[in-house]
């Protein structure tokens, strides 16, 4: 049974900083993706950085994140951080932690249909 369990969310004000984690058990695929995603309130779902469990291609963005946030793995753990740096009012979301086996294809990686697992997702606010 895969599980994916996150932590880390939490309320923080406009510049300041978050890191969340998430701990993958029960996926042993050597290639697999994972991702994290979140849901604005009133909005849908969106891909914030992805990455490559195993493999040495650089990990994906989405632009609206690019030079604050940095997601990153800890193959010892099994678990991908994500680093939320200079967050803003509109970072305020749901985020929730995505991991699928590969192979996807690189114009997939941050496409929630394309993720097969998923964890409950932590609450990050970020004040004005």
């Known amino acids: 049974q895969v599980q994916l369990v996150e932590s880390g969310g939490g309320s923080v004000q406009a510049g300041g900083s978050l890191r969340l984690s998430c701990t993958a058990s029960?996926?042993?695929?050597?290639?697999?993706?994972m991702a994290w995603f979140r849901q604005p309130p009133g909005k849908g779902l969106e891909g914030v950085a992805s990455?490559?469990?195993?493999?040495?291609?650089?990990?994906n963005y989405a632009d609206s994140v690019k030079g604050r946030f940095t997601i990153s793995r800890d193959n010892d753990k099994n678990s991908v951080i994500l680093q939320m740096n200079g967050l803003k009012p509109d970072d305020t979301a749901m985020y929730y932690c995505a991991a699928v086996p590969g192979p996807l294809s690189p114009f997939h990686v941050l496409r929630p249909d394309k993720y097969r697992f998923w964890g409950q997702g932590t609450q990050v606010t970020v004040t004005s």
């Open positions: 990455l490559v469990f195993t493999g040495t291609e650089n990990p």
């Open positions: 029960g996926i042993s695929a050597m290639r697999k993706y």
